[in-house]
């Protein structure tokens, strides 16, 4: 029997011969005789349970090969030093089409570069820094963040325009602190998503300037 998780978390099955598959899942938590074994990235995975003829039971999980892993593997080596952290979709549909965000941090350091691909399937990178810079992109975006909720059309009126651009660095940077927990998502208005920052201290920083000053 095959069971496949659909993205809408409904179960499509097949009957098999002796093997029961299960795929569509990513991270996941196996508990075998006390010992837990647990995975948390987001590849895709592939699950099969089946009975050899001497009974014994044999369990196998595999990363599944998506042209979404593949493409992860492709800009990982292009950025030698850095590893992959997180993706995300952009927040607009162009041309029936949904862009990607995939970012990568420096192995040695907290410096997050993403790159992005829109409808054209051009790579656009964006080098957004360190956390603790307030001279990068994601530092001074942290620095100003709004004491009330915002949404990113807001952040428009307080960047300069090295950060504002096409908006897309800013849709970075704010991807970025959602996921260190320096912002979250209050609820989302039509396409624009409404963000209130926490009460997460931010990292300790030299003095602050703007970018692109002298």
């Known amino acids: 029997m095959k069971f496949q ?17 299960i795929e569509g899942f990513h991270n996941y938590s196996v508990l075998i005789e006390g010992t837990e074994i647990t ?14 003829l001497d009974g014994t039971l044999n369990i196998l999980v595999n990363r599944v090969k998506t042209k979404e892993t593949d493409t992860k593997e492709r800009l990982q080596q292009k950025l030698p ?3 992959f952290y997180f993706e995300t979709e952009s927040d607009k549909v162009i041309r029936g089409v949904l862009g990607h965000y995939y970012y990568f941090k420096r192995r040695d350091g907290g410096e997050v570069i993403v790159i992005v691909i829109g409808a054209s399937k051009r790579e656009y990178k964006i080098i957004l820094g360190r956390l603790d810079d307030p001279e990068s992109k994601l530092g001074y975006v942290l620095q100003n963040l709004p004491d009330r909720p915002f949404a990113k059309a807001d952040l428009v009126h307080i960047l300069p325009y090295n950060i504002v651009e096409n908006r897309q660095p800013i849709k970075a940077c704010l991807d970025v602190l959602e996921k260190e927990e320096f912002v979250r998502l ?24 703007t970018i692109g000053s002298d």
């Not at 998780?5 to 598959?21: G, N, Q």
């Not at 995975?39 to 050899?52: C, E, G, T, Y």
């Open 39 to 52: 995975s948390k990235d987001d590849a895709p995975r592939h699950l099969a349970i089946s009975f050899s």
């Open 81 to 83: 030093g850095y590893e």
């Open 5 to 21: 998780v659909l993205p809408s978390r409904e179960f499509r099955s097949d009957i098999r011969d002796r093997t029961v598959e």
């Open 186 to 209: 209050l609820k989302k208005k039509g396409v624009s998503k409404i963000y209130v920052k926490t009460n997460k201290p931010i990292p300790h920083v030299q003095e602050q300037r």
